[in-house]
């Protein structure tokens, strides 16, 4: 089992910036990708920034506003969330694609942590 904690999130202005961090921890397993995602009130679940060996990737609605790191000896992923707007409000969720122990890639998650953004 890989396991994930996030740290960050909480309550700031609108314009003000947050760094959400997560770091995955087990024993014997690889990562593949590293992801954010976010869940507003009553909506669905949505990428917000992925990283992986060939890519990163962003939702539209935070281009340019949101950075993802990745640190790969530490297996840590970074999210530098900048101009913060309103609608960024959210429960904030760290995603890891693994392979443990030779397994199939398998994807981990996060228990979330609140991020609210206040007018």
């Known amino acids: 089992q890989v396991q994930l904690v996030e740290s960050g999130g909480g309550l700031v202005q609108a314009g003000g910036s947050l760094r959400l961090s997560c770091a995955a921890s087990g024993s014997d397993f690889s990562v593949f990708a590293m992801a954010w995602y976010r869940q507003a009130p009553e909506q669905q679940r949505e990428l917000i920034a992925r990283?992986?060996?060939?890519?990163?990737v962003y939702a539209d609605s935070v281009e340019g506003r949101f950075a993802i790191s990745r640190d790969n000896a530490k297996n840590t992923v970074d999210l530098q969330m900048n101009s913060l707007k309103t609608e960024d409000t959210g429960v904030y969720y760290c995603?890891?694609?693994?392979?443990?122990?030779?397994?199939?890639?398998?994807?981990?998650w996060g228990h979330g942590t609140q991020v609210t953004v206040s007018s």
């Open positions: 995603n890891v694609v693994a392979r443990q122990r030779g397994g199939p890639p398998y994807p981990y």
């Open positions: 990283t992986d060996d060939d890519s990163t």
